[in-house]
């Protein structure tokens, strides 16, 4: 089957502690994109990459960092720095549709717990 | 610059009647304009998608959407609610790969 996946699913790390979120893709999108929900809040976009070996900051990057060394993954590491990382985070892919869109595909989440 | 107001942040309906998530945007182009839905602790799932073509817009479960470029509305409708329907809704507007604002949501909750 085709789709995004994350591990793991639930997630818990001290304070102080880099910690490192999977993304893997098998829909050969180019692009892909972090994600963090928060309660009550809509999406907020941390990083995103069009093509391999290269990204970009999104709205929320301070704190996280990224690599994208293949088409198919692209991790996430919260850092230390990141002030309030317990959060949802989501990872999702898109491909350029006949119609010039960009439909996102989405993983299901990890949940990051830090204490 | 783009953005999106989810207009109810809860919504809440009895089985069997009408569904009304209110959503209306801001765009300086000629925007896509997206409806999810996320059931708890999962990611999020395409309902339906507006891309230039019909303004009414069919999805997946029975769900639609109209398009009101004069109103800067993009609502979603369904005639009947089933419980299954419970979730919480994002309106999304783009204008490229790297440009999609998403609204705050609004959690519908089906009565039995």
């Known amino acids: 089957d085709g789709g995004i996946t994350q591990s793991p699913k639930y997630l818990f790390r001290k304070e102080g502690q880099n910690v490192t979120l999977s993304c893997e893709q098998n829909?050969?999108?180019?692009?892909m994109y972090w994600y963090r929900q928060d309660p009550g809040q809509g999406l907020r976009l941390i990083y995103y990459s069009q093509i391999v070996n290269d990204f970009q900051k999104g709205d929320i990057a301070e704190g996280y960092s990224v690599s994208r060394e293949k088409k198919e993954s692209f991790p996430l590491t919260v850092t230390s720095a990141q002030k309030n990382p317990t959060a949802f985070y989501l990872c999702a892919s898109s491909i350029k549709g006949i119609s010039g869109t960009y439909e996102q595909y989405f993983g299901p989440g990890t949940r990051l717990t830090v204490t | 610059a783009q953005s999106v107001t989810q207009l109810d942040s809860h919504v809440s309906v009895s089985e069997g009647t009408p569904v009304l998530l209110r959503c209306n945007y801001s765009s300086s182009y000629s925007p896509s304009l997206f409806w999810y839905v996320q059931h708890p602790n999962k990611g999020l799932q395409l309902l339906l998608k507006y891309t230039s073509a019909a303004t009414l817009v069919k999805g997946i479960n029975g769900f639609e959407a109209e398009f009101k470029k004069s109103e800067t509305s993009f609502h979603l409708t369904k005639p009947s609610a089933h419980m299954s329907d419970a979730a919480e809704y994002f309106c999304?507007?783009?204008?490229?790969?790297?440009?999609?604002?998403f609204g705050a949501g609004t959690r519908l909750t089906v009565k039995p």
């Open positions: 999304v507007v783009s204008s490229g790969y790297n440009d999609m604002r």
């Open positions: 829909l050969n999108h180019d692009a």
